[in-house]
């Protein structure tokens, strides 16, 4: 069972690149998260998805995009790629009802030059 | 606006003695409290929670601790050992049925052997 898995690890863009980072789970959960974390703060979510063919904004969700075709897989695309958005990528995924833990891939470091 | 605060970015703790770390939050809306520990390089891995309708929730050495009048909760772990050194996020989340979980900025916990 591999739980949540992110590739690639790590990513170095020029500015004005973009990119995709994937994710995919294997534990059939409904709900599925992006989430990035700068130095020295705490997670901040981009987008998330309850469910194939739905997702939603976050708190941070300008200069991405995220698509749900299926409930194993979660991409978030960087269209444009701006120094602010050099930070550490977690997805994450959550099977809901009665089990609200979130489980977490093991992240991506992006850095944008 | 930060909505869920740990006010403490460090703590360290002697090999066998008490830790104690807290969390803030604002927003009356949260009803769920998690816990998350962080190695170096991996994902937050979950592991504790409390619902709102309790004040206690106790998994080992773990305990979590929800004072809602003071909008406060904090995780005991004892005894500490130095597998623990970690960081340490909070989280919480509400009824929506979508677990958009805020995070904490985290604590760096340190055990001394």
């Known amino acids: 069972n591999a739980g949540v898995t992110q590739t690639p690890k790590f990513r170095i863009l020029?500015?004005?690149q973009s990119m995709t980072l994937q994710c995919t789970q294997d534990m059939n959960h409904n709900y599925m998260y992006w989430y990035r974390q700068d130095p020295g703060m705490g997670?901040?979510?981009i987008y998330y998805s309850v469910g194939a063919g739905i997702t939603d904004?976050?708190?941070?969700p300008n200069g991405y995009n995220v698509s749900r075709s299926t409930t194993e897989d979660f991409p978030l695309r960087l269209?444009?790629?701006?120094p602010s958005q050099t930070s550490v990528y977690f997805c994450a995924s959550i099977l809901g009802g009665q089990n609200t833990e979130a489980f977490f891939g093991q992240g991506t470091r992006l850095t944008v030059v | 606006d930060q909505q869920v605060k740990q006010n403490s970015p460090s703590l360290s703790v002697q090999e066998g003695r008490i830790s104690i770390l807290n969390c803030d939050y604002t927003n009356s809306m949260f009803d769920y409290f998690l816990w998350y520990k962080k190695y170096p390089a991996e994902g937050p891995t979950f592991l504790i929670?409390?619902?709102s309708i309790k004040d206690k929730n106790?998994?080992?050495r773990f305990t979590v601790?929800?004072?809602?009048?003071?909008?406060?909760l904090s995780l005991h772990i004892v005894p500490s050992q130095p597998g623990d050194s970690a960081v340490y996020f909070c989280a919480a989340g509400g009824a929506s049925g979508t677990y958009k979980y805020i995070f904490g900025t985290g604590t760096r916990l340190k055990v001394l052997a």
């Open chain 1, 57 to 60: 904004k976050g708190e941070v």
């Open chain 1, 79 to 82: 269209e444009l790629a701006a």
């Open chain 1, 43 to 45: 997670l901040k979510l």
């Open chain 2, 49 to 51: 929670s409390i619902s």
């Open chain 2, 58 to 60: 106790e998994d080992g």
């Open chain 2, 65 to 72: 601790f929800l004072n809602k009048s003071a909008k406060h």
């Open chain 1, 14 to 16: 020029k500015i004005g």
